[in-house]
Nanobody
Framework: QVPLVESGGGSVQSGGSLTLSCTASDSIFATNAMGWHRQAPGKQRELVAGITIGDGTRYADSVKGRFIISKIHANNTLLLQMNSLKPEDTAVYFC?????????????????WGQGTRVTVSS
């Protein structure tokens, strides 16, 4: 069983919106902080947004006020609602999970990753 399965990427014009989804197993969803990282061509992977087991959230400065991370507990789904998209948001977006927020932020120390979904924003 693949632990994290993403969907919802695609192409959109600048100013548009997309919502990414990530479905996790019961055990992962209940016991892990979860988040979204992205990796643009030629750049390092970076945290976009994270959410704790208790639904506390944190965002990269570049997406504050535009992106919203949330969870649908009934079906173990993590969402990333992306509004007012910009060309610089173009990247492959990865769902991530770890029992602690610290490693989730850095992307190291045993983080579980999804397969990635591509988002392309054209100007």
């Amino acid at each position: 069983q693949v632990p994290l399965v993403e969907s919802g990427g695609g192409s959109v014009q600048s100013g548009g919106s997309l919502t990414l989804s990530c479905t996790a197993s019961d055990s992962i969803f209940a016991t892990n902080a979860m988040g979204w990282h992205r990796q643009a061509p030629g750049k390092q992977r970076e945290l976009v947004a994270g959410i704790t087991i208790g639904d506390g959230t944190r965002y990269a400065d570049s997406v504050k006020g535009r992106f919203i991370i949330s969870k649908i507990h009934a079906n173990n789904t993590l969402l990333l609602q992306m509004n007012s998209l910009k060309p610089e948001d173009t990247a492959v977006y990865f769902c991530a999970a770890h029992p602690s927020m610290g490693p989730l932020v850095t992307g190291q120390g045993g983080v579980r990753w999804g397969q990635g979904t591509r988002v392309t924003v054209s100007s």
